[in-house]
């Protein structure tokens, strides 16, 4: 496993509010529009913290994504582009083809670079990137799919000292990327969908950071 990039020291936390964690990546595959909305749909206006968002879509078409979930969600939400700082409460939705990463300046980056798991947007890529620069202030959590994409990512997380989430067998569409996940050994907790919220919120918001 190999979960280095290249990073600078330079990181920009000031503009989040005092919270436990910084960055929410939720990552999903077939079924994983249904569950995204489910999780957004329930969150709070004033979450504190940035979402990123990594759905598999084909890349030969546009993504409507962003506009579908700002129906269903109190969050503003909007297509993730390079140069996006990440802001707290932002809902930030990877585009077709391009991988979406974080770089140690808390902008965002689309990437053309090769794919990884025969997809990109790839969760592998996301995951890596925050657990590199969030670290501890970093949840991975891994919903409904049909490949492995996730599992190095949860590694590279929780070797960072961050949170890894799965989303369980009964309320996934397809369990291969949540089982792939936990066969890891490394998911914190494995919920059903409709817990996920609840619990980001619970993790974010109570175990403030002094």
């Not at 920009?12 to 749909?41: C, D, M, Q, R, Y």
């Not at 590279?156 to 569409?173: F, M, P, R």
């Amino acid at each position: 496993m190999n979960c280095a990039i290249a990073i600078g020291q330079h990181r920009i936390f000031s503009h989040f509010p005092n919270i436990a964690f910084n960055v929410v990546a939720l990552a999903a595959s077939v079924g994983g529009i249904e569950a995204i909305k489910t999780i957004l749909s329930a969150l709070p206006a004033n979450f504190p913290a940035a979402i990123l968002v990594v759905q598999h879509l084909s890349p030969n078409y546009s993504s409507r994504l962003a506009e579908i979930f700002s129906k269903h969600t109190a969050l503003q939400v909007k297509p993730a582009a390079t140069g996006d700082v990440l802001r707290p409460g932002i809902v930030y939705v990877a585009v077709p083809a391009h991988h979406l990463v974080v770089q140690p300046n808390g902008t965002l980056l689309l990437s053309n670079t090769p794919k990884m798991n025969f997809v990109r947007p790839a969760a592998d890529k996301l995951f890596i990137s925050i657990a590199s620069i969030y670290k501890s202030r970093a949840i991975a959590v891994v919903l409904t799919g049909s490949n492995s994409d996730g599992a190095l990512g949860v590694l590279c997380i929780k070797k960072h000292g961050g949170i890894a989430i799965a989303q369980d067998e009964s309320t996934s569409e397809f369990f291969h990327m949540p089982k792939a996940a936990i066969a890891t050994g490394k998911v914190d907790l494995v919920l059903p969908i409709e817990a996920i919220a609840s619990t980001l919120v619970n993790l974010v918001t109570i175990d403030a950071i002094a």
